[in-house]
């Protein structure tokens, strides 16, 4: 089965920066559409972004849009979400999530477009 295993998570200052990394198994990795999201208290788990099997479509929450970068390495299985300019706001709980189907030009961003998911790894941002 596809197994999904987050890293890279952690305590920084508002103003720095955090790369997270998902590691996949399992299933063709070139061939898995993936997303991450997360879970700030309190509220329910949201859609941050997603990747297409190649890269080369990408797609953003508007409040990321110009401070996270999606990627991902399919040679080494992994995709990562570079987060620059962090705030107290986006602490949360963030998960990676992965779907066998193609990225979807239009859904995308629910929960249910995803059928495996990570653990979760906890980012703190500091006033």
């Known amino acids: 089965q596809v197994q999904l295993v987050e890293s890279g998570g952690g305590v920084v200052q508002a103003g720095g920066s955090l790369r997270l990394s998902c590691v996949a198994s399992g299933f063709t990795f070139s061939n898995l559409a993936m997303a991450w999201f997360r879970q700030r208290p309190g509220e329910e788990r949201e859609f941050v972004a997603a990747i297409s099997w190649t890269g080369s479509r990408t797609r953003y929450t508007e409040s990321v849009k110009e401070r996270f970068t999606i990627s991902r390495d399919n040679a080494k299985n992994t995709m990562y979400l570079q987060m620059n300019g962090l705030k107290p706001d986006d602490t949360g709980a963030y998960y990676c999530?992965?779907?066998?189907?193609?990225?979807?030009?239009?859904?995308?961003?629910?929960?249910?477009?995803?059928?495996?998911w990570g653990q979760g790894v906890q980012v703190t941002v500091s006033f």
């Open positions: 999530a992965a779907t066998r189907r193609p990225l979807h030009p239009t859904h995308y961003s629910a929960q249910g477009d995803y059928d495996y």
